[in-house]
């Protein structure tokens, strides 16, 4: 009987019964053709074709193994790189992604004999990470291309810089709360110091009075007038309300210099680079830098980010200073020098401060990092 027509409703039939998979024990794969019953699959192998076939694969069965299995591990490595990449998956599943294609390379016809054997072989070949559970064999891809040991470097690379930032921020807020312990506890002694002090004046106050009361009490027994008694009784406490007055007065003015020797409480300056510090304005945001185009009632800033372009209106509480590298121009936002530009020279990366040179020649060491930033060009 003779092959059906194109277009025939026979050859139609014969198309559909083709496609999809079939049974593998009817299909030869030195001839790359599948029978769809045992009768075609007897016929194939009495065919002259089929035997030129087995007598090329008996001359070199090696090569032919070998080409098969190269095909076949090719396969199903591009399923599991594309499908799933660098995830976790049962083998099973990516065997049935790979023998749904009608042409695959059967796995009878490689040099491994089960699903399990070609999972361990990549594992210890290191192709693929592999692990057994009570589901069986999982495999997860390997990326061992150019591209992806760059990308992973770059990903350790920032992920070590994240971490060196976090805990150079960490240092730097022990070093300031220390800082503020020990300026506390200063504060402390110099105001109990002043108390000692002004104890000891109003002591000697009081010593005055006492004498003046003595000798008063000394004149009133020899004038023994009880009105001249009470009228110098009303002297005495005059006396001792201007003394506390006059101490509080100086206590005010002694808080008030204390209050002008102090920091600001807000460092913002115009034209400053700034590193965003917090998560609530967008986490695409975060850590991300940006030029202090406006400064808003001192505290606020409105911030042009350098990459996207996008303004954000931002506390000062949730940015930090941008230390540049030497001889790069910077801006003073905080202390003596306050929003004079100067030029770093050098930084001194334990004690997180650096030597600044002003404009004026004037070399200033010892500045902390948050009392400067990078100037934008």
């Not at 606020?300 to 931002?314: F, N, Y």
């Not at 905080?334 to 002003?358: F, H, M, S, W």
């Amino acid at each position: 009987m003779g092959k059906a027509e194109a277009g025939t409703p026979k050859a139609i039939a014969n198309k559909i019964k083709s496609k999809g998979l079939q049974k593998l024990r009817w299909y030869c794969q030195m001839c790359q053709k599948q029978c769809r019953d045992e009768n075609g699959f007897k016929c194939h192998t009495t065919s002259e074709s089929h035997q030129r076939q087995l007598l090329l694969f008996a001359e070199n069965p090696d090569k032919y193994l070998d080409s098969f299995s190269e095909e076949f591990k090719e396969g199903f490595l591009d399923i599991l790189k594309r499908q799933y990449g660098g995830k976790r998956v049962h083998s099973n599943q990516i065997y049935q992604e790979y023998i749904r294609f009608k042409e695959h390379v059967h796995m009878n016809s490689t040099k491994w004999l089960t699903l399990t054997t070609f999972v361990k072989w990549l594992g210890k070949e290191g192709i693929c990470a592999v692990d057994e559970t009570e589901k069986g064999w999982f495999v997860t891809y390997i990326d061992r291309s150019s591209e992806a040991i760059l990308a992973d470097e770059r990903r350790s690379k920032k992920r070590k810089m994240d971490l060196d930032d976090e805990e150079r921020q960490n240092k730097f807020i022990q070093e300031q709360i220390d800082r503020l312990k020990a300026s506390s506890n200063a504060n402390e002694e110099e105001r109990a110091e002043e108390d000692k002090r002004l104890l000891r004046e109003t002591d000697g106050e009081k010593l005055v009075i006492a004498f003046d009361r003595t000798s008063t009490e000394k004149e009133s027994k020899v004038t023994s007038n009880p009105f001249a008694r009470l009228e110098k009784k009303d002297r005495s406490r005059k006396h001792e309300a201007s003394s506390s007055k006059k101490s509080a007065l100086d206590e005010i003015m002694i808080e008030e210099a204390r209050r002008k020797r102090k920091r600001n409480d807000h460092w913002l300056h115009p034209g400053i680079v700034v590193k965003v510090i917090t998560k609530n304005a967008g986490e695409q945001y975060y850590k991300k830098k940006g030029v202090v185009e406006e400064v808003v009632d001192r505290y606020d800033a409105l911030v042009r980010l350098i990459e996207s372009g996008v303004k954000l209106e931002l506390d000062q509480v949730h940015c930090e200073t941008v230390i540049p590298s030497a001889g790069r121009k910077v801006k003073i936002v905080n202390g003596p020098y306050n929003g004079q530009e100067a030029t770093l020279q050098d930084i001194d990366v334990d004690r997180y401060c650096a030597t600044l040179k002003l404009k004026t020649g004037v070399v200033v060491k010892g500045v902390e990092y948050e009392d400067f930033s990078k100037l934008s060009a």
